[in-house]
């Protein structure tokens, strides 16, 4: 089993930053390819960032530039560094993590940008 737990969020005025993390239960974490998703009622949950277990990185266009994700395989932990926020980017922020063919989510973490 596959415990996520993030933490980070805040609220937060535009122009602004958060460094969100996500916590992993399990000892093979390393081996796994670790996404960021967002969610706004009404709306499905969108594709923020990847890191592979070789740590490439792929980001929404939306994100590009100013959002970077990073992995500590030591920690069990992926992060999410978000700078330049924008109002657009307030919605709740999701750590998934998908192993053997079963999908893991996190609690979610909010995230409310100012204009």
């Known amino acids: 089993q596959v415990q996520l737990v993030e933490s980070g969020g805040g609220l937060v005025q535009a122009g602004g930053s958060l460094r969100l993390s996500c916590a992993a239960s399990g000892s093979i974490f390393s081996i796994y390819a670790m996404s960021w998703y967002r969610q706004t009622p009404g709306n499905e949950r969108e594709l923020v960032a990847t890191?592979?277990?070789?740590?490439?990185?792929y980001y929404a266009d939306s994100v590009k530039g100013r959002f970077t994700i990073s992995r500590d395989n030591t920690k069990n932990a992926v992060y999410l560094q978000m700078n330049r926020l924008k109002p657009e980017d307030t919605a709740v922020y999701y750590c998934?993590?998908?192993?053997?063919?079963?999908?893991?989510w996190g609690q979610g973490t909010q995230v409310t940008v100012s204009s």
């Open positions: 890191i592979t277990s070789g740590s490439s990185t």
């Open positions: 998934y993590l998908k192993r053997l063919g079963t999908d893991y």
